[in-house]
C-alpha cells in the first residue's frame, strides 16, 4: 500500500463502516460461516481494517490478532474491539511475526492494495 493509499484510509476511516457496512457484512458472515474457529483457534486477520472480521472471530472464541498499516484504520479497530483482540501497526510484506504463529490467517478486501 502506497503512502498516499495510507492517508486516504486514514480520512476515511471514521466514516468507513457506515459507508460500507451494507457491502461488507454479508461477505464477513460467509468467510466465518466458511472458516469454522474454536476457543483454541489463533487467527491473524490481515489488513484488519476497523476490525469487523477480528470482531466476529473474535465473538466466536477465537484468539485473534489484527494488523494495518492505517493508524486512522487502527483507531477505529481499538474503539470497537477494547481489549477483544491483539491489534498492531504494521505492514503486510513484512508481518512481526513467527512463522506457524497462527492457525488461520485472513486477508480478506485487502489484497488489491498490495504492490505488485
Known sequence: MSESQTDDYGTLAR???RLL?????????LVIRMVPVSDST?????????GG??????ARGATVTGIDRSPAMLAVARE???????LHEGDAPQLPFEDN???LVTASLFLHELQP
Open 101 to 103: 504463529s497462527f492457525d
Open 15 to 17: 466514516f468507513y463502516d
Open 42 to 50: 489463533t487467527v491473524l486477520d490481515v489488513g484488519c481494517g476497523t
Open 80 to 86: 470497537r474491539l477494547g481489549v477483544v483482540a491483539d
Open 53 to 58: 472480521l477480528v470482531e466476529a472471530f473474535a
Open 21 to 29: 457496512e451494507p457491502l461488507n457484512r454479508p461477505l464477513r458472515e
